[in-house]
């Protein structure tokens, strides 16, 4: 094993992570002119099985290649690089998201979880400081946060997107790293500014907080990726003249990506109570879990018209905790699998 690279032993045999960030990693590998299938043989990870997106893999042979990377680059800053190409590759569920979100703050509430769309790496948590927020970096294992090259990743995917969010961008005031200050700190002052510090208990970024209240660029997803169904028209069916029903779907598709829409959240984001809602739902012949259910099985179909979303990626938008929910509740609403709707 390298110098410095992490204790197999340590890490939990049935930690896992997807093919994406592997894909990713090999992607730069391969920019870098270094024989990918070499060093994925060498990490024990078969090619072959890369290009199913839910298989996955066992973690320690995902970290096990990154440390192969960077020592056969001999480039310190590998975390980095990999970390923009995971931002620009991220940029289509950010895009989404940013459909549903008002403000920088709606998008924290908001923020993808690193183990639904990697796995069992670790987890980005926001924290107050004073007049700063704090964007800490918590691998699952604490020792990879001693590493360069997973923090380093973590935080350039994260100020990447920061950057790209708002109408103003947020910019990184402070930021924070686990690992000995490197004697070339160039590429990090270029990413993060030059208010770094080494050697602290976590990998952080810091932004003032007032960029909470940063209004998210309107994007323009009205229209489906053929032209041909304006994602505005799945609910064509309603009564337009309906306002309660229209203003409950949408607001549904607003909090979905949390994971918990429940019918007390709704009714107090139409101003009504509960009781009210379910009477009015009930007059319509109808409830709140079918509504539920019929966003979500219209959105679904929605988003796997557009290719650049991963399956992972829209079981995250729809609300589900993995994959494998969202595949066996697409079957019932359509008799077949998500891969296989896409695929005909």
């Known amino acids: ?5 992490i204790t197999e032993q340590l890490i939990d045999p049935n930690w896992t992570v997807f093919a994406a960030p592997i894909n990713t990693l090999l ?3 391969d920019q870098q002119g270094l024989d990918g299938q070499a060093l994925l ?5 078969d090619a072959t099985e890369l290009t199913i997106p839910d298989r996955r893999f066992p973690v320690n042979s995902y970290y096990r290649l990154f440390q192969l990377a960077a020592d056969a680059t001999n480039n310190p800053d590998i975390g980095l690089i990999v970390g923009r190409i995971t931002y620009l590759k991220g940029l289509n569920i950010q895009l989404y998201l940013a459909t549903v979100c008002r403000s920088f703050k709606d998008y924290l ?7 639904k769309l990697r796995g069992d790496i670790g987890q980005i948590t926001t924290y107050r400081e004073g007049d700063l927020i704090e964007l800490r970096w918590e691998p699952l294992m604490p020792e990879t946060g001693r590493k360069r090259f997973i923090s380093d990743e973590m935080l350039s995917a994260s100020a990447g997107i920061f950057n790209s969010l708002c ?6 005031v402070r930021a924070h790293f686990t690992y000995a200050q490197p004697t070339d700190v160039s590429y990090l002052e270029d990413i993060f500014g030059r208010n770094l510090s080494f050697g602290q208990a976590y990998s952080s970024l810091f932004f003032d907080r007032e960029a909470l ?3 998210m660029i309107k994007q323009e997803y009205q229209e489906g990726p053929d032209q041909e169904r304006p994602f505005r028209d799945f609910f064509e069916g309603d009564d337009p003249a309906d306002q309660l029903l229209a203003n409950l779907k949408q607001s549904i598709l607003q909090y979905l990506p949390e994971g918990e829409v429940t019918i007390d959240k709704l009714a107090s984001k139409l101003n009504i109570s509960r009781r009210t809602l379910q009477r009015r739902l009930s007059d319509r012949d109808t409830n709140f879990l079918n509504i539920l259910q019929e966003v979500r099985s219209k959105v679904a179909l929605r988003y796997l018209s557009d290719s650049r979303l991963g ?3 829209i079981a995250f938008l729809l609300g589900y905790g993995d994959q494998g ?5 697409f079957k019932s609403w359509h008799g077949v699998s998500p891969r296989d709707y896409r695929r005909k």
């Open 311 to 313: 399956i992972t990626e």
């Open 213 to 215: 209240g940063f209004p």
């Open 109 to 115: 509430n908001l923020m993808p979880s690193q183990y």
């Open 41 to 45: 043989a060498s990490a024990g990870l």
């Open 167 to 172: 109408v103003r961008p947020v910019q990184v």
């Open 27 to 29: 992607q730069v590998i």
């Open 1 to 5: 094993m390298a110098s410095g690279a």
């Open 325 to 329: 929910s969202f595949s066996s509740a």
